[in-house]
C-alpha cells in the first residue's frame, strides 16, 4: 500500500512537471510579438481625386476612407512610373526598376523568356518566403507571362487571377483557354483565369469574384503570418460594370462616368469585406494594410478624375505619379494623421520587412524605408531626400526634392515648387537657373549607371510565333466599349 501511494505521488509530482512547464512555453508564446500580416490593396489606372479621403464628393468610398481615417492618408505619395508594369515592379522590389531595366510594360506572349521581373531581383514574396510567410496574389499579374516569371515560381504560394496586364470583367467573354491561343491584341483580356497553374471559370462580375477570393485566403490563412497582394485590374479599361453598381450612380449623366464610379464601387465593397473580414477572424490589430493605386487616372480613356493635378497616366507631372495612398495598422499606426512628406510605393516593401525583423542582409539594397517611425513620430526627418522618375520612351526624368519638382524632357526644362503650386502651372526654371542646373547634374549622377532595357516595350505587340487559331471568331468583343451585365 505504501509502495502505491509513493508511486502516485511521483506520477503527480511529473504531470504537475509538465504542466507547469507547458504553462511557462504558452506565456512565452503569448508573450511573443507575432509578425504582422501585410495586405497590399492595388487599384489599376484610379483618378487621384476618386476616392473621398482625397476630397471625391460624386464617387462614395466609405470603405477605402476607413483605411486613411483609421490609420494615415499619405498626401505626397508616390509610384514609380507612370503606367503600371514598371510600377507594379518597383512596388514589388521595394527597388527602383531602373535599376534592372524594367521600362516598359512586358510582352505577354509566354514563349518568350525574360519579360519580367529578372530571377535576380526578389519580389516582397520570395523576401518574406524564408521567415514563415504565405503568400498569395488575387487578381492581376503583369510582371511576367513565361513560367518562370509567373507567381507560383515567384516567392507566391497562392495565384488566382490572370496573367496579362488586363482583363474583361463579365465571365461569358471568357472565350480563350490560354495566352497561346491569342490572335490579336487585346485578346488576352480574355482568358479564362488561373488558379495557380490551372485554368478555372468564374461566374461573377470580376471585381466581386476577387474581392471573394481574398476574403476566403484571409480566413484560410488568418493563423499564419501572410502577405496578401490584392491586384485590383479596376477601374482599368474596358469599362464595364454590372447593373448592381451602375444603379447607385444612375444620377450621373455621363455615361463612361457613370460606369467608371460603378466600377470603383465594386472595388470599395470589395475592400469593406477584407476589413470586416480582419476584425472576424480577429487579426485586424496585427494586419497592415495599403491602399493605392498604380498610377495616375487616365482621364480621357477611362473618365478618371486627378482632380488638381496636371496631366495623368504615361506622364511624368504630378497627375502621373501622384496617386491615392493610405496605410492603416490600428494601434500602430495613428488615426486620421495626414502624413505630407514624400514617400513611395518602393516603402512598402521595406516597412513590413522591418516590422516583421525579416533579415534582408544578404539581400540586394532597398530603395524603400520603413514607414512606421515617420508615422508613429519616432522619427520626424523626411523618409526620402530626393525621388526620382524616368521614361525611357518618352525621353523624359522628374526629380522630387522637398518641395520643388523638376521636370526635363529632351531640351525643355521645368522647375515647380509643388508645395504651393499643386497644379505645375508656374515654371520656376527661368528664375531659378542655378537649381535648374543642380537638377540636371542630379539626374545625370542618378541615371548614369542603369542597365540597358532588359526587354523592349511590348506596346507594338506583334502576335506570337506559334499559336493556336481563334476557336470561335464570332465570340470576339470590341475592348474598349462601355458595357454593362448582359
Same mark, same amino acid.
Given at each position: 500500500?505504501?509502495?502505491?501511494? +509513493?508511486?502516485?505521488?511521483?506520477?503527480?509530482?511529473?504531470?504537475?512537471?509538465?504542466?507547469?512547464?507547458?504553462?511557462?512555453?504558452? /506565456?512565452? @508564446?503569448?508573450? %511573443?510579438?507575432?509578425? *504582422?500580416?501585410?495586405?497590399?490593396?492595388?487599384?489599376?489606372?484610379?483618378?487621384?481625386?476618386?476616392?473621398?479621403?482625397?476630397?471625391?464628393?460624386?464617387?462614395?468610398?466609405?470603405?477605402?476612407? #476607413?483605411?486613411?481615417?483609421?490609420?494615415?492618408?499619405?498626401?505626397?505619395?508616390?509610384?514609380?512610373?507612370?503606367?503600371?508594369?514598371?510600377?507594379?515592379?518597383?512596388?514589388?522590389?521595394?527597388?527602383?526598376?531602373?535599376?534592372?531595366?524594367?521600362?516598359?510594360?512586358?510582352?505577354?506572349?509566354?514563349?518568350?523568356?525574360?519579360?519580367?521581373?529578372?530571377?535576380?531581383?526578389?519580389?516582397? %514574396?520570395?523576401?518574406?518566403? *524564408?521567415?514563415?510567410?504565405?503568400?498569395?496574389?488575387?487578381?492581376?499579374?503583369?510582371?511576367?507571362?513565361?513560367?518562370?516569371?509567373?507567381?507560383?515560381?515567384?516567392?507566391?504560394?497562392?495565384?488566382?487571377?490572370?496573367?496579362?496586364?488586363?482583363?474583361?470583367?463579365?465571365?461569358?467573354?471568357?472565350?480563350?483557354?490560354?495566352?497561346?491561343?491569342?490572335?490579336?491584341?487585346?485578346?488576352?483580356?480574355? $482568358? #479564362?483565369?488561373?488558379?495557380?497553374?490551372?485554368?478555372?471559370?468564374?461566374?461573377?462580375?470580376?471585381?466581386?469574384?476577387?474581392?471573394?477570393?481574398?476574403?476566403? +485566403?484571409?480566413?484560410?490563412?488568418?493563423?499564419?503570418? +501572410?502577405?496578401?497582394?490584392?491586384?485590383?485590374? %479596376?477601374?482599368?479599361?474596358?469599362?464595364?460594370?454590372?447593373?448592381?453598381?451602375?444603379?447607385?450612380?444612375?444620377?450621373?449623366?455621363?455615361?463612361?462616368?457613370?460606369?467608371?464610379?460603378?466600377?470603383? /464601387?465594386?472595388?470599395?465593397?470589395?475592400?469593406? #469585406?477584407?476589413?470586416? $473580414?480582419?476584425?472576424?477572424?480577429?487579426?485586424?490589430?496585427?494586419?497592415?494594410?495599403?491602399?493605392?493605386?498604380?498610377?495616375?487616372?487616365?482621364?480621357?480613356?477611362?473618365?478618371?478624375?486627378?482632380?488638381?493635378?496636371?496631366?495623368?497616366?504615361?506622364?511624368?507631372?504630378?497627375?502621373?505619379?501622384?496617386?491615392?495612398?493610405?496605410?492603416?495598422?490600428?494601434?500602430?499606426?495613428?488615426?486620421?494623421?495626414?502624413?505630407?512628406? *514624400?514617400?513611395?510605393?518602393?516603402?512598402?516593401?521595406? $516597412?513590413?520587412?522591418?516590422?516583421?525583423?525579416?533579415?534582408?542582409?544578404?539581400?540586394?539594397?532597398?530603395?524603400?524605408?520603413?514607414?512606421?517611425?515617420?508615422?508613429?513620430?519616432?522619427?520626424?526627418?523626411?523618409?526620402?531626400?530626393?525621388?526620382?522618375? #524616368?521614361?525611357?520612351?518618352?525621353?523624359?526624368?522628374?526629380?522630387?526634392?522637398?518641395?520643388?519638382?523638376?521636370?526635363?524632357?529632351?531640351?525643355?526644362?521645368?522647375? +515647380?515648387?509643388?508645395? @504651393?503650386?499643386?497644379?505645375?502651372?508656374?515654371?520656376?526654371? %527661368?528664375?531659378?537657373?542655378?537649381?535648374?542646373?543642380?537638377?540636371?547634374?542630379?539626374?545625370? /549622377?542618378?541615371?548614369?549607371?542603369?542597365?540597358?532595357?532588359?526587354?523592349?516595350?511590348?506596346?507594338?505587340?506583334?502576335?506570337?510565333?506559334?499559336?493556336?487559331?481563334?476557336?470561335?471568331?464570332?465570340?470576339?468583343?470590341?475592348?474598349?466599349? $462601355?458595357?454593362?451585365?448582359?
Amino acid at each position: 500500500m505504501m509502495l502505491q501511494k +509513493f508511486s502516485a505521488f511521483l506520477a503527480a509530482l511529473a504531470l504537475s512537471a509538465q504542466v507547469s512547464a507547458s504553462s511557462e512555453v504558452d /506565456a512565452e @508564446s503569448t508573450l %511573443a510579438p507575432k509578425q *504582422p500580416n501585410l495586405i497590399v490593396i492595388l487599384t489599376d489606372d484610379q483618378g487621384y481625386q476618386d476616392v473621398g479621403f482625397n476630397g471625391s464628393t460624386e464617387i462614395a468610398t466609405p470603405h477605402i476612407d #476607413r483605411i486613411a481615417n483609421e490609420g494615415a492618408r499619405f498626401t505626397n505619395g508616390y509610384v514609380t512610373f507612370s503606367v503600371c508594369g514598371p510600377s507594379r515592379a518597383g512596388l514589388l522590389t521595394g527597388r527602383h526598376q531602373e535599376r534592372f531595366g524594367f521600362n516598359f510594360n512586358p510582352s505577354v506572349d509566354p514563349s518568350v523568356p525574360g519579360n519580367g521581373i529578372p530571377l535576380s531581383e526578389k519580389n516582397i %514574396a520570395e523576401v518574406l518566403q *524564408p521567415s514563415g510567410y504565405t503568400s498569395g496574389i488575387v487578381g492581376k499579374w503583369h510582371m511576367g507571362t513565361h513560367p518562370d516569371m509567373r507567381p507560383n515560381k515567384r516567392g507566391f504560394d497562392y495565384f488566382y487571377g490572370f496573367l496579362s496586364g488586363g482583363h474583361r470583367y463579365f465571365p461569358e467573354e471568357m472565350v480563350f483557354n490560354d495566352l497561346s491561343e491569342v490572335e490579336h491584341k487585346y485578346d488576352w483580356y480574355q $482568358t #479564362r483565369l488561373l488558379r495557380n497553374e490551372e485554368r478555372i471559370d468564374f461566374d461573377e462580375y470580376l471585381t466581386d469574384e476577387l474581392s471573394h477570393e481574398a476574403v476566403d +485566403f484571409i480566413k484560410r490563412e488568418k493563423d499564419n503570418p +501572410f502577405f496578401l497582394y490584392v491586384s485590383y485590374n %479596376a477601374p482599368h479599361a474596358p469599362l464595364q460594370a454590372s447593373k448592381e453598381y451602375l444603379q447607385r450612380y444612375s444620377h450621373i449623366e455621363n455615361e463612361r462616368r457613370r460606369t467608371y464610379a460603378a466600377m470603383i /464601387a465594386a472595388v470599395d465593397d470589395g475592400v469593406g #469585406r477584407i476589413l470586416d $473580414t480582419l476584425k472576424e477572424q480577429g487579426i485586424d490589430d496585427n494586419t497592415l494594410v495599403f491602399f493605392l493605386s498604380d498610377n495616375g487616372g487616365p482621364e480621357r480613356h477611362n473618365a478618371s478624375d486627378n482632380g488638381p493635378l496636371r496631366d495623368g497616366k504615361n506622364s511624368l507631372f504630378e497627375g502621373g505619379v501622384r496617386v491615392p495612398f493610405a496605410a492603416r495598422w490600428p494601434g500602430v499606426i495613428p488615426a486620421g494623421f495626414d502624413y505630407e512628406n *514624400p514617400v513611395s510605393s518602393m516603402d512598402i516593401l521595406a $516597412t513590413i520587412a522591418s516590422q516583421a525583423n525579416v533579415d534582408t542582409s544578404e539581400n540586394k539594397p532597398l530603395d524603400g524605408v520603413d514607414l512606421i517611425p515617420f508615422l508613429t513620430g519616432e522619427d520626424d526627418g523626411l523618409p526620402h531626400d530626393v525621388l526620382f522618375w #524616368r521614361h525611357l520612351k518618352a525621353g523624359g526624368v522628374a526629380v522630387r526634392m522637398g518641395g520643388e519638382k523638376f521636370v526635363r524632357k529632351g531640351d525643355e526644362r521645368m522647375l +515647380f515648387d509643388v508645395s @504651393s503650386d499643386l497644379s505645375e502651372t508656374k515654371d520656376l526654371s %527661368a528664375s531659378k537657373q542655378e537649381r535648374t542646373e543642380y537638377f540636371d547634374e542630379q539626374i545625370d /549622377a542618378w541615371s548614369e549607371s542603369f542597365p540597358a532595357p532588359a526587354f523592349p516595350d511590348a506596346h507594338g505587340w506583334k502576335k506570337p510565333a506559334k499559336n493556336k487559331k481563334r476557336k470561335n471568331n464570332n465570340q470576339r468583343k470590341k475592348n474598349n466599349k $462601355t458595357g454593362e451585365s448582359k
